[in-house]
């Protein structure tokens, strides 16, 4: 009985049973255990695991906190209200800043204008007239307000050189920038215009009397109302008061206004 039992192969080492039961508790024996079962990485399953409820709660109080912020910091998202200069602590000035008309001119036109009438402002020749030193541009601002809200189309006429094209109206622009596109233009240096600002009580005015005009000006009609086009156009000089003749009411407002 005993023979057969040592000849059962176990342990499989070849060790007898009675050296393998020594020695399971040595030192050895266990670190080798172990060290096997180490190797084992568990099996990867899919599985779906919810996010640990401390993030969310984490996420709740980020979104309430950037709410805070924003109510607090936000200005109202008003446009004049940051402020570089201001310092913690300090209280915040929000009276409106004064606008630099020529910067803002300078973007508006970047934006609306260089497609056609290109970035250094001199158009293509037949197709675009120029906006650099032309009598157009150095006339009548009420009358180039008028172009702004309304377009200009059909032959016309820029230092003598003939187009017949149209400008799409930009009446969707504020008094603000009508006013400051066009005083860039007519003042800003590399313009050549040497005119003077435009103003936007101006292009309020215009606006009331001629902003639901859809059909765009011609030269001719323009001329109707306010002389011929020379660039020689001055407050004083103004041929023939540009209100005079026009075929619109509010007439004597107008006039009055155009004296101050
Ligand atoms: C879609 C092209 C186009 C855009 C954009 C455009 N214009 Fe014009 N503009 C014209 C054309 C074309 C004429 C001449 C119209 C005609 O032939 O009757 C013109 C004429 C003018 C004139 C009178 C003629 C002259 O050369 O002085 C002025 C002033 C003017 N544009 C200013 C502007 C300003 C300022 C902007 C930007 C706010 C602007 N235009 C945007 C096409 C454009």
């Known amino acids: 009985?005993?023979?057969?039992?040592?000849?059962?192969?176990?342990?499989?080492?070849?060790?007898?049973?009675?050296?393998?039961?020594?020695?399971?508790?040595?030192?050895?024996?266990?670190?080798?255990?172990?060290?096997?079962?180490?190797?084992?990485?568990?099996?990867?399953?899919?599985?779906?695991?919810?996010?640990?409820?401390?993030?969310?709660?984490?996420?709740?109080?980020?979104?309430?906190?950037?709410?805070?912020?924003?109510?607090?910091?936000?200005?109202?998202?008003?446009?004049?209200?940051?402020?570089?200069?201001?310092?913690?602590?300090?209280?915040?000035?929000?009276?409106?800043?004064?606008?630099?008309?020529?910067?803002?001119?300078?973007?508006?036109?970047?934006?609306?204008?260089?497609?056609?009438?290109?970035?250094?402002?001199?158009?293509?020749?037949?197709?675009?007239p120029s906006l650099v030193n032309v009598d157009w541009v150095q006339d009548n601002p009420e009358m180039l307000v008028k172009v702004m809200l309304s377009g200009l189309a059909g032959p016309i006429e820029v230092n003598g050189s003939p187009y017949n094209n149209a400008m799409t109206p930009f009446g969707r622009l504020s008094d603000q920038q009508i006013a400051a596109v066009l005083t860039f233009i007519r003042t800003d240096d590399s313009f050549e215009n040497d005119s003077y600002e435009v103003t936007p009580e101006l292009v309020a005015e215009v606006r009331e009397q001629y902003g639901s005009r859809t059909d765009p000006w011609t030269q001719p009609e323009l001329e109707e109302i306010h002389g011929p086009i020379t660039g020689g156009w001055s407050p004083s000089n103004g041929n023939s008061s540009s209100n005079d003749e026009n075929d619109d009411s509010g007439d004597g407002e107008a006039a009055e206004t155009e004296e101050s």
């Open 1 to 128: 009985m005993s023979d057969s039992q040592n000849n059962n192969p176990y342990p499989p080492d070849g060790k007898s049973r009675d050296t393998y039961e020594k020695t399971r508790f040595e030192d050895k024996h266990l670190h080798e255990v172990h060290s096997s079962l180490l190797r084992e990485k568990e099996e990867p399953s899919e599985n779906f695991s919810p996010m640990p409820l401390i993030f969310v709660g984490l996420f709740m109080v980020l979104a309430f906190w950037s709410g805070i912020y924003l109510v607090w910091y936000s200005g109202d998202f008003g446009p004049f209200h940051y402020d570089e200069t201001a310092k913690p602590g300090e209280a915040i000035d929000d009276t409106p800043r004064e606008v630099d008309m020529l910067a803002l001119g300078r973007r508006v036109y970047s934006q609306n204008c260089v497609a056609c009438h290109q970035s250094n402002g001199r158009g293509i020749s037949g197709v675009y």
